[in-house]
């Protein structure tokens, strides 16, 4: 295990508290839209919405062809589900309104957005950074994602669920060459807390879906980094019991997938009187 755990028990796959077939975990007549929708992460955690019974699921992206052949893999696997497929990267705004207003119109409300698209900007030390390369990660990850919230606030059901998919990249010591995405995924988790402040009527969740063997790894690898892989259905469940009201208690605060549920449940009364799991200086207040 390369990082210290925050519950006794990590977890590197799914489980049974996390079994999206779970009727305590039940999306049923949820509005459920998913970003980075076509590729590695998205379509399993769209997968997962589909098994814990929603049925109204959007999927928004930038590959038409990938976003259209997970819609044909999941209704084909789940009975009743319809996919509806929106091409857009979510750094265009006018692309992004267009998206929600669709969704919502074809839809409904939109009750669960999952923010997982993302950016990882060429890995390179700072001293030998290309300046828009660099930035680019902050116009995808920072500017992406107000652009969502902004869209999502416009298009939400009466009490929505936002998550956000960060990694733990972004909180712990700093790793070789890759301050661009750490930079631009840190503050897109600090945006998110705000966002969750000044609209206390939004859910929020901010998660470290685990090691995944994504593109995104494949490109950090570049720079030597190696870590061992979890399964990618690990994420996919965390998501839909994240969204649940077994996980209420954790709104507004900064959880990885592989921390084990049951001991994130028995640490409520302290999570709830506490600042653990947000962001700020170590060492102070």
Not at 52 to 75: D, F, H, M, N, W
Not at 123 to 145: L, Y
Not at 210 to 232: A, H, Q, R
């Amino acid at each position: 295990m390369p990082f210290p755990p925050y519950t006794k028990t990590f977890h590197t796959a799914s489980y049974s508290s996390i079994d999206p077939s779970r009727p305590d975990l039940s999306t049923a007549g949820k509005v459920v839209l998913i970003t980075g929708g076509g590729f590695i992460i998205g379509p399993r955690i769209a997968h997962a919405f589909a098994t814990s019974g929603a049925t109204k699921i959007a999927i928004l992206g930038r590959t038409v062809y990938s976003l259209e052949q997970t819609k044909q893999e999941i209704e084909a696997a789940h009975a009743g589900v319809t996919v509806h497929t929106f091409a857009a990267d979510i750094s265009d705004e006018a692309a992004v309104h267009e998206a929600f207003e669709d969704i919502s119109e074809a839809l409904g409300k939109i009750d669960i957005l999952i923010s997982n698209a993302g950016y990882l900007p060429d890995t390179k030390p700072i001293a030998e950074a290309d300046v828009e390369e660099w930035v680019r990660g902050m116009t995808i990850n920072v500017k992406g994602n107000l652009i969502l919230s902004q869209a999502f606030l416009k298009n939400a059901s009466d009490n929505p669920t936002f998550v956000h998919v960060s990694t733990g990249g972004c909180h712990i010591a700093p790793m070789p060459a890759n301050s661009a995405y750490a930079v631009s995924k840190m503050a897109a988790a600090r945006m998110m807390e705000y966002f969750a402040f000044e609209n206390p009527q939004v859910r929020v969740h901010i998660i470290h879906p685990g090691i995944v063997k994504t593109d995104m790894y494949k490109k950090s690898s570049e720079c030597d980094l190696e870590f061992p892989f979890d399964d990618i259905e690990l994420p996919a469940s965390f998501t839909v019991w994240i969204v649940s009201p077994e996980a209420e208690f954790l709104r507004g605060k900064f959880v990885w997938s592989n921390w084990d549920v049951e001991g994130l449940k028995a640490k409520k009364e302290h999570l709830l009187s506490s600042q653990d799991l947000t962001l700020g200086l170590q060492g102070w207040p």
